[in-house]
């Protein structure tokens, strides 16, 4: 599966060794402070990170142009979530929306598919 590590600013280069030096394998880094890793036991490297104040599936890289597109696509998505579930938005570049916007929507959306919202998760 697909996992994204957040670091702190900077310290992209030092979690993608720390990916290579756990985990045997290759990162790269996405986005600033987000770090793209592929694994089948993540445990393992949420235990031993240094680096990554937080990990989390990805669940599917979406495009699109504007908010109505991308909420239109998070619509067709089919969720297989075992847990309670918060949605958080980082984004980059000018939009006519707010990432607050699009968690609300989005989360919305994965509600109404019968998961249950915790908004005190980070």
Known sequence: MRYIAKTIQG???AAIQEVK???NRKAKK???KR???ETDSIEKFIEKTRTSSEVYGLIKKI???DDRALLNKI???R???KKDFVVRCSRTGKHNFKAMDIERLAG???HNHGNKVNLDRK
Do not use: M, P
Request: charged letters at 35%; zero cysteines.
């Open 11 to 13: 310290t992209e280069e």
């Open 21 to 23: 030096e756990i985990l």
């Open 30 to 32: 996405i986005l600033k």
């Open 35 to 37: 770090v793209l890793l």
């Open 63 to 65: 495009n699109f142009n």
């Open 75 to 77: 619509k067709d998505i």
């Open 79 to 81: 969720f297989d979530i």
């Open 108 to 110: 919305e959306i994965i």
